[in-house]
């Protein structure tokens, strides 16, 4: 059974960083796309980051380009997101997702999700 568990949100002030971590149990990620999504109360999920199976290509929207980096570790299955410079805006459950099931990196259509983890910047 494949799972991934997100870790290292909080609560924080606008500025201030954090760094999320996603560890995968289950499948190796030696050859899948890992994701962040986010997703604000009322909103739809909405892509953030994603990077190619051997770290070389990362992908961003423009609203966290400059902010955020994703990394990944597979030897440890890991996926992480640093996260600089934070708005209120960027105020979400933060989800990580594997396995990219068609072309588009920012689509939700990835085979695995995490439960998420929240992230809260008090202006």
């Known amino acids: 059974q494949v799972q991934l568990v997100e870790s290292g949100g909080g609560l924080v002030q606008a500025g201030d960083s954090l760094r999320l971590s996603c560890v995968v149990s289950g499948r190796t990620i030696t050859t899948t796309t890992m994701a962040w999504f986010r997703q604000a109360p009322g909103k739809e999920r909405e892509f953030v980051a994603a990077i190619d199976w051997n770290g070389l290509n990362t992908y961003y929207p423009d609203s966290v380009k400059g902010r955020f980096t994703i990394s990944r570790d597979n030897v440890k299955k890991t996926a992480s997101l640093q996260m600089n410079s934070l708005k209120s805006e960027d105020t979400a459950i933060y989800y990580c997702?594997?396995?990219?099931?068609?072309?588009?990196?920012?689509?939700?259509?990835?085979?695995?999700w995490g439960q998420g983890t929240q992230v809260t910047v008090s202006s």
């Open positions: 997702a594997c396995d990219r099931l068609d072309q588009d990196y920012s689509s939700t259509n990835y085979a695995y």
